[in-house]
């Protein structure tokens, strides 16, 4: 079977005065998931949202809600954020000494284990612990703020990472974080994406469903052209 495409609107890029109406547009539009931006101002030079936005988000969706720790010292604040209502959480490579041991907290916890990589990092630390995994999150920015444009280097990252995978015999979610938009969602499905954050990408346009339709359709493209 291969993996699910998912749609992850980020909502760093919605408007906060009316983030319950924004999370319910997009996931009318046909979001699979909601990306939530969590940044301590020290892993990143940004502040977001954090635990009470989480739980207010929690009680209007029932689409899951995959959180993306962008702060020192992940660990210390996982219970909370489950609590909160998260289903799968991103902590990243950069600031985790044990990725193994943090995978195992998550999964005693109940959700999805995630680890992220900034654009500068090398996979191959992430790659190590991937059967520990239930999903990788590139980076395709620099962690921080919304808007920026793509990397096109992580087209390769990706590549080189899903060829690790599959030759470890593992098919973990591949997430692509940064920059992505209905005219490069499908070139990094090709490279092995198959979680694709988009927050400017959605939330810059009035219409979400038609956004969401036309990277759907892109993706459908993919799949026709993959097929024998
Ligand atoms: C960046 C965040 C992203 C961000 C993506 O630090 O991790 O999730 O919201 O925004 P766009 O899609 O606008 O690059
Ligand atoms: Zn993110």
Redesign the pocket.
Known sequence: MPLAYKIAP?I??ADFARLGEEVRNVENAGADLI?F?V?DGHF?P?LSFGIPVLEAVRKITALPLDV?L?IDDPQRYLEQFVKAGANSISVHAEVCQDIPLIAHHMHELGIRACVAINPETEPSRVLDAAHHLDMILV??????????G?IPESIGKLEAIRRELKGKGLELDLEI?????VDNIRQVAQGGANVF????????HNDYAEIIRRMRGQLKALEQEDKP
Do not use: E, R, T
């Not at 980076?139 to 920026?148: A, L």
């Open positions: 980020s760093l890029s990306h931006d940044m990143v940004n993306h962008m980076m395709s920015v620099h962690p921080g703020f919304g808007g920026q793509f974080d940064g920059g992505i938009k954050v988009s927050g400017s990408g959605i939330f810059g």
